[in-house]
């Protein structure tokens, strides 16, 4: 796989809704080395993540920018129409990479990937993604699009080890990314991640987050506001679990979910 295999690590934006707090946060994360910024439709924010992108002494070809397409836009024509107005918000001519954010509302494989497929082929997008979706989602889309997938996002973390879902993706060639990957701050006391930590004098999340880059074809985008927390999470990298961690981290699955509600895609 090729992009975000360099970008293992992203700047989740979801809540970041204060604008200039959140050109801040992206524009401080791509020059701390960060170059995989996540946004979405439904986030409100794309303007600023867009501005952040522009303030940053870093070039635009290398940053990796994806955005999703809002569960409520994703008839054909809306697709279109909503790509072209989330690319002026963030000042672009291209995306990286556009979700479908929810297999769910307007939602219509044929009528939405069709969508995604033309995008791809006008290289407005150079990846085509999905979230949210399960395997027999991913296999209905497989069906319609002649672009490859290249990402499923989806809630994981150490309680939600997402096993099937990333067998799926080394399968079939696609990548998993992680949102909550610190599942929403619930990790920061746990028992065996705070032990794992004082063992490499490193904070949680950083040992979080290097579980995270031990797996392959996964990347993750924790959400981070704040300078102190942005430069934390980069810390990851210098952050070398051993087997024991890893097994120790293994045995926390638990099929937690922090997202849940009924007509979810995995909810049958």
């Known amino acids: 796989m090729s992009e975000l295999d360099l970008h293992r690590l992203g700047l989740g934006t979801w809540q970041n809704t204060d604008s200039e707090e959140c050109a801040e946060s992206v524009r401080t994360a791509l020059e701390l080395g960060y170059r995989n910024i996540d946004t979405a439709q439904a986030y409100g924010n794309e303007e600023a993540v867009g501005r952040g992108i522009a303030e940053a002494d870093v070039p635009r070809e290398e940053v990796f920018l994806a955005t999703k397409v809002d569960t409520a836009n994703l008839a054909h024509d809306d697709v279109l129409a909503t790509a072209a107005e989330s690319l002026e918000r963030l000042g672009v ?3 990286d990479l556009l979700y479908v954010h929810w297999p769910t509302e307007a939602y219509d494989p044929e009528g939405t990937l069709s969508a995604f ?3 791809y082929d006008e290289g407005t997008i150079r990846h085509v993604g999905v979230s949210n979706f399960e395997p027999e989602h991913l296999d209905a889309a497989r069906e319609v699009l002649d672009a490859p997938i290249y ?3 989806v809630e994981m973390h150490p ?4 096993d099937e879902l990333r067998e799926y ?3 079939h060639d696609h990548h998993v990314v992680a949102y909550s990957p610190l599942a929403r701050t619930e990790v920061l006391d746990d028992p065996v991640l705070t032990d794992i930590a004082e063992k490499h004098d490193a904070s949680v999340p950083q040992v979080t987050l290097a579980w995270f ?4 074809g996964v990347a993750a985008i924790p959400k981070a506001t704040g300078a102190e927390h942005i430069r934390d999470n980069w810390g ?3 952050v070398d ?3 024991e961690d890893l097994d120790r981290i293994a045995e926390l699955d638990r099929g937690h979910r922090e997202i849940d509600f009924a007509g979810a895609p995995w909810d049958h």
């Open 241 to 243: 679990l051993d087997e």
């Open 213 to 216: 880059l031990s797996l392959d």
């Open 117 to 119: 497929q033309q995008l």
């Open 169 to 171: 993706a080394a399968e």
């Open 93 to 95: 001519d291209y995306l």
């Open 159 to 162: 309680y939600l080890q997402q």
């Open 236 to 238: 990851a990298y210098d």
């Open 151 to 153: 990402a499923n996002q």
